[in-house]
């Protein structure tokens, strides 16, 4: 992320005259030496750059409504927080469960920095589980569900929760009632996600509540208060539930075309949440018409590289197709592809 090493971006994030952390020239330098010094293989991180970065994460995530930071700056040290943890992963030796965590927390800093893709990118190099998913330590268990649902990896999150749902589902035939267990905050993680899941994939009417209500559960446990991981992937997988609750292809798509968001959910690879852009544009923001309102009959569309336009004209033709009789014709300059 070559934006990390700009010196308004860090400026932006980290503000001015914090007594504990770098300014943002240091700041500079600590991530460009970590870059060096991986490219040259050898590996380290300064930890005042790890200080940095959860003191980020912390600005990052604020309650909006406390309103101590303006969005500008959250967005900033969500951006240069998930660059911070991605190197923490390359640049250190970490445990399978630290390795998680780092993972997680990268992909908080990256979906808050508006740079999905790259959260699901750091997803592919986290050490995962292989099926058929043994049982674990809990915070193990709900950070590898956290990373899953962050990645929006449908195909994999899927067996992974069954195989868990299981295991505590054989937990409550027990003789506890598993809310005032050590696991109270792991089966709220894991419920949670499988509602979440579930909503962004089905659209369930409902689903997105369920899971706020298991993640909120989660989160108060005081039987397993001490599951200090579980908590932490709960209390972000809450907070970003409301972000993927606007931004899943039900949310956006006509409520009455049902087909086509499951063409898009159900499909390989799955999509499930769209991008600011695309949502700005199938929205009609800044006083434009949105091109899912029938009565729009032309439209230029100018979108970067890699920004997401081949899916918007895929969920275009899927609505015409579906909502009419008529037929789509795509013109394309086959020279320049």
């Known amino acids: 992320m070559g934006g990390a090493l700009d010196r ?36 380290s991180i300064d930890g005042r750059l790890l200080d940095t970065g959860w003191y980020l994460q912390a600005v990052a995530t604020a309650r909006p409504d406390l309103q ?38 990268a992909q908080v800093g990256y979906l808050g920095g508006e740079l999905a893709p790259n959260a699901a990118a750091v997803a592919r190099r986290a050490p995962l589980s292989p099926a058929p998913y043994d049982w674990s330590e809990t915070g193990r268990m709900s950070l590898e569900a956290g990373v899953l649902v962050l990645a929006l990896d449908r195909p994999a999150l899927y067996p992974l929760l069954r195989a868990r749902l299981s295991q505590l589902n054989a937990l409550r035939a027990g003789p506890d009632d598993i809310a005032t267990t050590p696991y109270a ?86 999509v499930l949440t769209l991008w600011p852009p695309q949502l700005s544009f199938l929205a009609g923001e800044d006083d434009e018409q949105s091109p899912l309102d029938p009565t729009t009959r032309r439209l230029v569309l100018s979108f970067p590289t890699s920004a997401g336009k081949t899916l918007l004209a895929q969920i275009l033709i899927a609505v015409q ?17």
């Not at 579906?322 to 592809?337: I, M, R, W």
């Open 8 to 43: 308004d971006i860090l400026a932006t994030a980290v503000g001015e005259g914090h007594p504990l952390l770098p300014e943002s020239a240091e700041l500079q330098k600590l991530l460009a030496d970590t870059e060096i010094r991986l490219f040259t293989r050898e590996a």
């Open 68 to 105: 101590l930071y303006d969005l500008s700056r959250q967005r900033r040290a969500h951006q240069v927080a998930g660059h911070i943890f991605d190197l923490a992963l390359q640049s250190t030796d970490l445990s399978e469960t630290e390795g998680l965590r780092y993972t997680f927390a």
């Open 185 to 270: 905050a792991l089966d709220g993680v894991i419920r949670g996600a499988w509602a979440l899941t579930n909503y962004l994939t089905y659209g369930q009417a409902g689903a997105l509540e369920q899971a706020r209500g298991f993640l909120a559960a989660a989160l108060a446990t005081e039987a397993a208060a001490s599951d200090v991981d579980s908590r932490w992937v709960a209390a972000h997988l809450l907070r970003i539930s409301d972000e993927l609750g606007r931004t899943s292809v039900w949310a956006v798509l006509p409520p009455g075309l049902p087909s086509v968001a499951k063409a898009m959910t159900l499909g390989d690879p799955p």
């Open 321 to 337: 197709v579906a909502s009419s009789e008529g037929d789509v014709c795509v013109v394309a300059p086959t020279h320049s592809l």
